[in-house]
């Protein structure tokens, strides 16, 4: 079969990859000039530099986008640097690092010898995640994850030191707002899987080089006519009929549409109406959508960060509105072994000496001058980090926001499934029903999961 795949985020990459390992001639369209989306390397003008468009990790329950990056043969061993769930405040006034022990105990240990934290406290975090175990990892529903931590009797320190960053993370969504559900599905495949899932995973090289490069040169070899990979091509017009569908001017046998929400939905609307299609739309006209704003600092030379990700401590009323501090540097001196570098920019990581404040559901920062939040910050990193000795000179900055990061995981929000009610059109994407929230993950396993019900359908 010939299909078309529009956009080439994490999403389109896998299904476009799935699709084309079963056989079928792939043109995909991304409207870019790099593969990646939300997840790809950038130039960054101000300080002259391939960047990523914001800081990336993943975690170690995250296995369906490292079978993907392994089908490709690529080795995730080099790529990544893999370090145990270490929560560290870069002011030392909270740690909590999972322990050598076997699953559950490296977690449980980790929690008993957390500092910051009185042993009530830590016994009610361990009481909560046990509750919700044996709950079979179920919240009720309709639940923000701010009611949910109150009604497990969470108390503000337990909340603003290791409930709220993790949801953050892992939702981007404030806990007032986040779905507990959606949360707890983040909380069963980590902190419920086993050992290893709760391991964080650190790209080693620009995000677009991790795995979407390998897989454009895969694109670009097939052979088969109106197959490829066509790059800075934004799709504008949609059709679909029983026997084919249209992509601009160009026939396919099915399209699979895996743009972002917005870009999704005005393709969709040019379909001919089909029983259960308004609904579908309507889901999509659903979604909200909240900021991630990362700020790149260029030091004048290397710093000793004890590790690759620390927490910060925000201050709104202050500007300081870091919430996560990473120095991929850090790595080098972390993992000497792995200094050589598997592709080009991975050197850049190390020798460039950036570091990259992020800052999840970033929507206060918008309002205020982007200078005054820079030196505000800054002025923040220094003082949080200030046992680790003096933060050299900086000497250049960048600010990336991206507005719409991701979906608001809010209760109640209706996600659409990945196949659609038209004929030959199936929609991929972390917005997808897949029960994760809008991460790399997610949009790795709807874009197979919509492969799979494509070759479903037309076998
Ligand atoms: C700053 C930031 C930090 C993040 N941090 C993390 C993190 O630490 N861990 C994590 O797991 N996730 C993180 N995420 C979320 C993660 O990046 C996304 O979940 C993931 O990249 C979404 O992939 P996707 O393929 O579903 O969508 P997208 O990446 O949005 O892909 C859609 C693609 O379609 C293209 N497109 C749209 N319309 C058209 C058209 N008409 N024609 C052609 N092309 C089109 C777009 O250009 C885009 O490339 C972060 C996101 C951001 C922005």
Redesign the pocket.
């Given at each position: 079969m010939k299909i078309a795949v529009?956009?080439?985020?994490?999403?389109?990459l896998t299904a476009a990859w799935t699709l084309q390992q079963q056989g079928h001639a792939v043109a995909l369209?991304?409207?870019?000039r790099t593969l990646g989306?939300?997840?790809r390397r950038i130039h960054s003008r101000s300080l002259n530099l391939a960047i990523d468009?914001?800081?990336?990790?993943?975690l170690g329950a995250y296995t369906e986008t490292q079978t993907v990056m392994r089908e490709l043969g690529l080795d995730t061993s080099r790529l990544f640097h893999r370090e145990p769930l270490s929560l560290q405040a870069a002011d030392g006034t909270f740690g909590l690092r999972t322990l050598p022990l076997p699953t559950p105990l490296h977690l449980l240990g980790g929690v008993l010898a957390a500092h910051g934290l009185s042993l009530n406290e830590r016994m009610s975090l361990i009481t909560l995640t046990a509750s919700l175990r044996l709950h079979g990892w179920k919240t009720t529903a309709g639940l923000s994850v701010g009611q949910w931590l109150e009604q497990g009797g969470q108390s503000p320190d337990v909340i603003r030191s290791f409930w709220q960053p993790l949801c953050l993370?892992a939702l981007n969504t404030p806990i007032s707002d986040a779905c507990a559900q959606l949360f707890a599905h983040v909380l069963r495949d980590s902190l419920g899987g086993p050992k290893a899932a709760t391991d964080v995973l650190i790209p080693r090289v620009d995000l677009s080089q991790l795995w979407p490069d390998e897989l454009a040169h895969r694109l670009n070899q097939q052979t088969a006519e109106g197959a490829g990979l066509h790059l800075a091509?934004?799709?504008?017009k949609l059709s679909a009929c029983t026997s084919a569908v249209t992509v601009d001017d160009s026939r396919f046998d099915a399209v699979m549409v895996?743009?972002?929400v917005p870009?999704t939905l005005r393709?969709l609307k040019q379909l001919e109406p089909v029983k259960g299609s308004q609904r579908y739309l309507d889901r999509l006209a659903g979604f909200g959508f909240l900021p991630?704003a990362?700020i790149t600092l260029k030091l004048e030379q290397p710093w000793q960060l004890p590790q690759p990700m620390l927490l910060l401590r925000d201050h709104p009323a202050k500007l300081q509105f870091g919430q996560w501090l990473f120095d991929r540097s850090a790595f080098a001196r972390a993992d000497p072994e792995a200094t050589t570098s598997p592709a080009g920019n991975a050197a850049t990581i190390q020798a460039e000496h950036l570091i990259h404040i992020v800052i999840s559901d970033a929507s206060a920062l918008q309002t205020h001058d982007q200078s005054d939040v820079v030196a505000a910050v800054t002025a923040q990193v220094q003082a949080q980090t200030r046992r680790f000795g003096p933060m050299p000179h900086v000497t250049g900055h960048d600010v990336i926001v991206?507005k719409r990061?991701?979906f608001a995981a809010r209760p109640g929000l209706a996600r659409p499934a990945v196949d659609s009610p038209w004929p030959r059109v199936w929609v991929a994407?972390?917005?997808t029903d897949t029960g994760y929230p809008?991460?790399?993950?997610?949009?790795v396993r709807?874009g197979r999961q919509a492969a799979a019900a494509l070759l479903r359908s037309l076998a």
């Open positions: 529009i956009g080439g985020g994490w999403a389109g369209f991304e409207a870019a989306g939300r997840a468009n914001g800081q990336h990790i993943l993370a091509h934004t799709v504008r895996a743009g972002n870009s393709l991630i990362t991206e990061a991701t994407g972390d917005w809008g991460v790399l993950e997610g949009a709807s």
